[in-house]
């Protein structure tokens, strides 16, 4: 099948599958060097990649393994070439060494994780349950990847290609956590000229040192205070990352009592499920975070002010909802659905978990009993007029 | 108007490729849509689906389709495995050169399309694919057979284009095979 560019119907849209279409806006955002080696549901990246990359004087490689790509990838940026590896689940495990190092070299670099069904091999269908690798480090050590979870087509091209300028600033690793599904479906998707930020020189590469003291990057210190005075540099600069890098997206959400909360590909699923429960007449809302690290919290615990309940839904068994649990701090319930191994819920499942919660939470009797422990704004809810 | 179609076959006989020139054709006419292929083991030799969402006046919600109000089924396995997701009012389109058995349901509509029949006369029976999205196209309406037509250079790879007449010769013949009965969903 003819994919990419060459595609251009009457409008500025081109139809192109996920994976195509974040190779694309790779390129876009001045990506010049691509290594990496082959796993399912992500193959049209790397594909892409080695067809377009020599166009614009670019290097593909394939690796002799995960390993070795990522290694490169360290190699590549710290020379301070915009640089790229992609993989799926079982292959992002290999790379969590790597990641590590070039995360303590503060190197900027985008690694794509279109994520399959694990643990172990799994299998090759949907998944989201590599959040917490993602996430929470995913390698030793204290530190953090930059992590978005775009939910289409568009948004993955447009957060690829802003990912470039964004791990330069902060000169750090920026993930962008996708599932097979994301990857594997077409949809419409514009390329927008790309408004590059003014970015300070890349001083500390090593571009050969004529003239100049050399550069040295490497994650080996043995002495402690030195090493700790890095880990106070890269929690301060997680803590930058916190407070100017928070992204969300609601739906419908401004009325509702009900927060059905997800992110990627669960999230539209989710959405639909929204327009079913409000066919019903049940006020239910989405709030979708789009950035994964760093995780809105604040955001979300603002919602807990208004909602009586939370559902995540997610492809795993249970990874986002623990933040989603620190974000609401106990204020109201949080509930969890979540189907795994590469099983995607339907808006209809999802739909069948909030009216189970809603038979839960709600009143068994005139006298109220529903309230439980930790509903401490129950009573501002009843006192604008109950659910629905 | 919400229309979410799943394609289903045995690999090799273009399923894929009608999702795509459905998607295609909905794109040019500034509708939203999304395609997403099955990617399991099936696509080696066994089954093959894709699904297709056309949505006119908000953006696809979810791209997974798990309550077709079209199914296209292009073999035998494919009616087995996708008429009882079928919504109530959708629309069945079956391949009746390869498919030996009536439908169950009774609440959907049902158009039987010989496609491989009229692939054959036609001379090639690779667009036995081409005759059954005519026949769906011109009973549903959620494109323009005009923008399905247009789509195939875009669609099929260049070193194909000389089948482009075939094709939508195959298209006109499944075309004249059904009236315009659109959706009766929202």
Request: hydrophobic share 40%.
């Amino acid at each position: 099948m003819a994919g990419g560019l060459a595609n251009k119907a009457s409008t500025d849209k081109v139809l192109m599958k996920g994976n195509e279409a974040i190779a694309e806006a790779a390129i876009r955002g001045g990506c010049r060097f691509f290594f990496g080696y082959p796993i399912t549901p992500q193959n049209e990246i790397p594909e892409y990649m080695s067809r377009r990359l020599p166009e614009v004087g670019g290097v593909y490689l394939q690796a002799e393994s995960e390993v070795a790509a990522i290694n490169m990838v360290y190699g590549a940026a710290a020379a301070g070439a915009r640089v790229m590896t992609s993989s799926s689940s079982p292959g992002i495990s290999l790379k969590q060494e790597g990641l590590s190092y070039i995360a303590a070299c503060e190197l900027p670099c985008v690694v794509v994780n279109m994520m399959r069904g694990g643990p172990g091999l799994g299998g090759i269908q949907p998944s989201q349950s590599d959040y917490f690798q993602a996430t929470k480090g995913g390698g030793h050590g204290d530190y953090h990847l930059i992590v978005f979870g775009p939910a289409s087509v568009q948004e993955a091209a447009d957060i690829t290609c802003e990912a470039f300028s964004i791990a330069d600033y902060y000169r750090n690793p920026v993930m962008i956590l996708g599932d097979g599904a994301l990857g594997q479906m077409m949809e419409p998707v514009e390329f927008r000229p790309v408004e590059e930020p003014e970015l300070p020189p890349k001083t500390w590469a090593t571009t050969g040192a004529r003239g100049r003291r050399p550069n040295i990057i490497t994650s080996l210190e043995l002495e402690p205070a030195l090493l700790e005075e890095l880990n106070r540099r890269l929690a301060a600069k997680y803590e930058k990352i916190k407070r100017e890098l928070v992204r969300f997206d609601t739906y419908k959400l401004e009325d509702a009592h009900w927060a059905i909360v997800a992110y990627g590909m669960m999230a539209r699923v989710a959405r639909a499920a929204v327009d079913k429960a409000r066919a019903r007449g049940i006020r239910a809302g989405l709030f979708r975070p789009i950035s994964l690290f760093p995780f809105p919290y604040d955001s979300l615990a603002r919602v807990a002010e208004q909602v009586r309940a939370f559902l995540t839904v997610e492809m795993s068994m249970g990874q986002m909802v623990e933040d989603v649990k620190l974000a609401v701090l106990g204020k109201r319930p949080v509930h969890f659905y979540g189907r795994t191994g590469g099983v995607v819920p339907t808006a209809q499942e999802i739909l069948q978990a909030l009216e189970r919660i809603i038979q839960n939470e709600a009143p068994q009797n005139a006298n109220g009993a529903w309230q439980k422990e930790g509903d401490a704004g129950a009573e501002g809810f009843w006192a604008t007029g109950g659910f629905n | 108007m919400l229309e979410e179609v799943i394609i289903a076959g045995f690999g090799g006989q273009g399923v894929m490729v009608m999702g795509y020139l459905l998607a295609y054709a909905a794109m040019r006419e500034g509708k939203n849509v999304s395609w997403i292929p099955s990617y399991g083991p099936e696509m080696r030799g066994g089954t093959a689906n894709c699904s297709v969402v056309i949505s006119r006046d908000s953006e696809v919600a979810s791209p997974i389709v798990s309550e077709p109000t079209t199914l296209i089924a292009m073999n035998r396995p494919s009616l087995d495995k996708f008429e009882r997701m079928l919504v109530p009012g959708g629309l069945l389109v079956v391949n009746a050169s390869l498919v030996d058995r009536e439908p169950e349901r009774r609440d959907i509509d049902i158009l039987k399309v010989p496609a491989n029949d009229i692939a054959n006369e036609l001379g090639n029976m690779r667009v036995a694919n081409m005759v059954v999205l005519g026949a769906f196209v011109a009973r549903r309406g959620c494109v323009e057979p005009a923008s399905v037509i247009g789509s195939l250079e875009k669609v099929l790879p260049p070193h194909h284009h000389d089948l482009i007449p075939l094709n939508e010769e195959a298209f006109a013949r499944g075309a004249g095979l059904a009236s315009l009965r659109p959706s009766m969903q929202p």
